[in-house]
């Protein structure tokens, strides 16, 4: 447990610097968009790519991750319905709640708790992979063109088509996969300067979370009842789905059952705040719910963990 706590700790620390160093005016807003471009074009590629290069391809093509695909889709259907029927949202909007509700943070909270909870990081990389292959390319080519729209630059069926692929992180993971699949081996400069940029994210990502909670409305002051329905979608619900798909539906082994509970209950990650500052879109509830499920996560992901072994 000691090393999820650390985990959680790291993330809170760098974010609380963030916020310290706002409010001594040292960073400020533009600052704060400059971290999340960096983060977005240079560190978060870079990343991907390193860490898909060495994922254990076992785990990414495996029964485990239908499991996770349909609990991240199932979740964020829901998310959806309400956000159209009842909360009337723009299509902008929909695309950063929707983020919040189901995008795990699996990299930087992901790691430690997989290491501590499961024994084996590489638990990871069938949750990272149905993100950076399937959530991350459409809901940023929606982004991508609602930002067109507004600034009148002129768009077309075959610019639309072709966002995915020019986006810098779905190159970074699809780059990874090809080296992965391959077995290309690359010298040691190069993986080491790609791990080096790739170090510029996770931090940047956070000092621009902890610059928005001191610049921006405090927690809670959007649509409450939203930013909570989002959260307990995200750690409460979508694991509660994987569950019940992994041991009743797919009839899994006890080992897989707990990992994509477990996963799937981790918070929303870093990457959606970063995803709404790029789009200009519903940035307070990226981060209000990053800010609720990165702390109800810890209770939760220990609850989950009692009951797979109570129920399984």
Same mark, same amino acid.
């Given at each position: 447990?000691?090393?999820?706590?650390?985990?959680?700790?790291?993330?809170?620390?760098?974010?609380?610097?963030?916020?310290?160093?706002?409010?001594?005016? &040292?960073?400020?807003?533009?600052?704060?968009?400059?971290?999340?471009?960096?983060?977005?074009? &240079?560190?978060?590629?870079?990343?991907?790519?390193?860490?898909?290069?060495?994922?254990?391809?076992?785990?990414?093509?495996?029964?485990?991750?239908?499991?996770?695909?349909?609990?991240?889709?199932?979740?964020?259907? #829901?998310? /959806?319905?309400?956000?159209?029927?009842?909360?009337?949202?723009?299509?902008?909007?929909?695309?950063?709640?929707?983020? *919040?509700?189901?995008?795990?943070?699996? $990299?930087?909270?992901?790691?430690?708790? *997989? $290491?501590?909870?499961?024994?084996?990081?590489?638990?990871?990389?069938?949750?990272?992979?149905?993100?950076?292959?399937?959530?991350?390319?459409?809901?940023?080519? #929606?982004?991508?063109?609602? &930002?067109?729209?507004?600034?009148?630059?002129?768009?077309?069926?075959?610019?639309?088509?072709?966002?995915?692929?020019?986006?810098?992180?779905?190159?970074?993971?699809?780059?990874?996969? &090809?080296? $992965?699949?391959?077995?290309?081996?690359?010298?040691?400069?190069?993986?080491? %300067?790609?791990?080096?940029?790739?170090?510029?994210?996770?931090?940047? @990502?956070?000092?621009?979370?902890?610059?928005?909670?001191?610049?921006?409305?405090?927690?809670?002051?959007? $649509?409450?009842?939203?930013?909570?329905?989002?959260?307990?979608?995200?750690?409460?619900? /979508?694991?509660? #789905?994987?569950?019940?798909?992994?041991?009743?539906?797919?009839?899994?082994?006890?080992?897989?059952?707990?990992?994509?509970?477990? @996963?799937?209950?981790?918070?929303?990650?870093?990457?959606?705040?970063?995803?709404?500052?790029?789009?200009?879109?519903?940035? /307070?509830?990226?981060?209000?719910?990053?800010?609720? %499920?990165?702390?109800?996560?810890?209770?939760?992901?220990?609850?989950? *963990?009692?009951?797979?072994?109570?129920?399984?």
């Amino acid at each position: 447990m000691a090393d999820v706590l650390a985990g959680f700790f790291t993330i809170w620390a760098v974010i609380g610097l963030g916020w310290a160093l706002a409010q001594l005016k &040292v960073l400020d807003e533009s600052a704060q968009r400059l971290l999340s471009k960096v983060s977005f074009l &240079v560190g978060l590629p870079a990343l991907l790519f390193s860490s898909l290069r060495v994922a254990e391809l076992g785990r990414i093509f495996s029964t485990n991750v239908v499991v996770s695909l349909i609990a991240i889709f199932a979740t964020l259907g #829901i998310y /959806q319905v309400l956000a159209m029927v009842v909360w009337k949202r723009s299509a902008g909007h929909q695309v950063i709640g929707g983020f *919040a509700s189901c995008y795990v943070n699996a $990299n930087n909270m992901g790691l430690p708790i *997989a $290491n501590y909870v499961l024994h084996d990081t590489s638990w990871v990389a069938p949750i990272l992979l149905i993100q950076v292959v399937f959530l991350q390319p459409v809901g940023l080519s #929606i982004l991508d063109a609602l &930002v067109a729209r507004r600034q009148g630059r002129p768009t077309s069926w075959l610019s639309n088509a072709t966002l995915p692929v020019r986006n810098p992180m779905t190159l970074g993971v699809l780059a990874g996969l &090809v080296v $992965n699949l391959l077995d290309v081996p690359l010298p040691t400069v190069v993986t080491d %300067t790609i791990s080096l940029v790739g170090g510029i994210a996770v931090p940047a @990502m956070l000092l621009a979370f902890g610059i928005s909670l001191r610049l921006g409305p405090l927690p809670g002051q959007g $649509n409450v009842t939203e930013t909570v329905t989002v959260s307990v979608l995200k750690v409460v619900v /979508q694991p509660l #789905i994987a569950l019940v798909l992994a041991h009743w539906v797919f009839h899994l082994d006890p080992t897989t059952v707990l990992a994509v509970t477990v @996963m799937a209950g981790l918070p929303t990650a870093q990457n959606v705040f970063v995803f709404a500052m790029r789009g200009e879109q519903s940035v /307070q509830l990226a981060r209000d719910a990053i800010f609720i %499920t990165s702390f109800a996560s810890i209770p939760t992901v220990t609850m989950l *963990a009692a009951l797979v072994h109570a129920v399984v």
